[in-house]
């Protein structure tokens, strides 16, 4: 049973930046796309980045290109989003996702295994 828990969250004022981290555990496939999404009040879940255990490739939403970057470890067991210049906008709670599969997404639909999420909110 794959398991993922989220750490990292807080406030931050714009401009500032958060690092969050995912630590998963239980997966065994070979490829398997991790992803973070977050939802903000009233909102629709949305996909901000993907990244793929085999070959690292990584999808972001274009709100957050150039500013967020997802990485993985050698260890593959904790994925971490560096969230830098963030904006009001970026206010939501986030979740980190997983999947086994080969193509990865940023479609909350695609993902089956979900953490319980962390709280970001950027704010003067």
């Known amino acids: 049973q794959v398991q993922l828990v989220e750490s990292g969250g807080g406030s931050v004022q714009p401009g500032g930046s958060l690092r969050l981290s995912c630590v998963v555990s239980g997966y065994s496939h070979v490829r398997t796309c991790i992803g973070w999404f977050r939802q903000a009040p009233g909102k629709e879940r949305e996909g901000v980045t993907s990244i793929n255990s085999f070959d690292h490739s990584t999808l972001y939403a274009d709100s957050v290109k150039g500013r967020f970057t997802i990485s993985i470890d050698t260890a593959k067991t904790v994925v971490v989003l560096q969230m830098n210049s963030l904006k009001p906008e970026d206010t939501a709670k986030y979740y980190c996702?997983?999947?086994?599969?080969?193509?990865?997404?940023?479609?909350?639909?695609?993902?089956?295994?979900w953490g319980q999420g962390t709280q970001v909110t950027v704010s003067s």
């Open positions: 996702a997983a999947e086994p599969g080969t193509y990865c997404s940023l479609a909350a639909r695609d993902y089956n295994y």
